[in-house]
């Protein structure tokens, strides 16, 4: 059965600490992983990883994709408030063009 | 501007009623997707389609049903065989199949069951 599990599950941190999430799935037909930050309300997106070993960035935010091993980590330096949200992971898959979803991590930011 | 518009944001319906959720977008994508969102969970998929007039069963597809008359519009009823439909849904699309993609996500409907 395809699976993807984040953790933790959720975190709290200060504001400027660094955190990082964690993505590991197993799934058959692995074609993509993406990331997404949930604000209550829908996903938007951050980034999509399809080769291991290439670091995606964007601002304070990176992430990279280990095909091997089979998981991605969401990395996000000096944190704001603002970055409070859930963040999910999503893989996205060559059958049918489905995408699973991890159950999400909880961030919360503490001024 | 191109996007995923869903309506209505807010509905609340009473035990036994079927009810419609809209989703249309202006994308043109192939693909549309209905997820369900409950509380500390993730997106779990109800059904999904890859063209006009032809839709498969996500994980939790009982209790639902959905069309796909039009490459713009997927509706998703959910009906009164459905146990406990007060949740989150979110409908999705994406550009099918040859490149990787990403899904693009409609503002959601809030469904509560009174």
């Known amino acids: 059965e395809d699976k993807v599990v984040q953790s933790p599950l959720s975190l709290v941190v200060h504001e400027g600490d660094t955190v990082t999430l964690n993505c590991s799935y197993e799934?058959?037909?692995?074609?993509?992983l993406l990331w997404y930050k949930q604000e209550k309300k829908a996903p938007t997106f951050l980034f999509m990883l399809t080769s291991s070993g290439i670091e995606k960035k964007s601002g304070r935010l990176s992430s990279i994709l280990d095909k091997k091993e089979l998981f991605s980590i969401l990395n996000i330096t000096a944190t704001q408030t603002g970055d409070s949200a859930v963040y999910l992971c999503?893989?996205?898959?060559?059958?049918?063009?489905?995408?699973?979803f991890g159950t999400g991590t909880s961030l919360t930011v503490i001024p | 501007d191109g996007g995923i518009t869903q309506s209505p944001k807010y509905l609340f319906r009473k035990e036994g009623q079927n009810v419609t959720l809209s989703c249309e977008q202006n994308l043109n994508h192939d693909a549309m997707y209905w997820y369900r969102q409950d509380p500390g969970q993730g997106l779990r998929l109800i059904y999904y389609?890859?063209?006009?007039?032809?839709?498969q069963k996500g994980d939790i597809a009982e209790g639902y049903s959905v069309s796909r008359e039009k490459k713009e519009s997927f509706p998703l009823t959910v009906t009164s065989a459905q146990k406990n439909p007060t949740a989150f849904y979110l409908c999705a699309s994406s550009i099918l199949a040859g490149a990787v993609n990403e899904q693009f996500f409609g503002p959601g409907t809030r469904l509560t069951v009174l």
């Open positions: 389609s890859q063209i006009v007039n032809d839709f």
């Open positions: 799934v058959t037909n692995f074609r993509s």
């Open positions: 999503a893989v996205g898959l060559y059958t049918g063009n489905q995408f699973y």
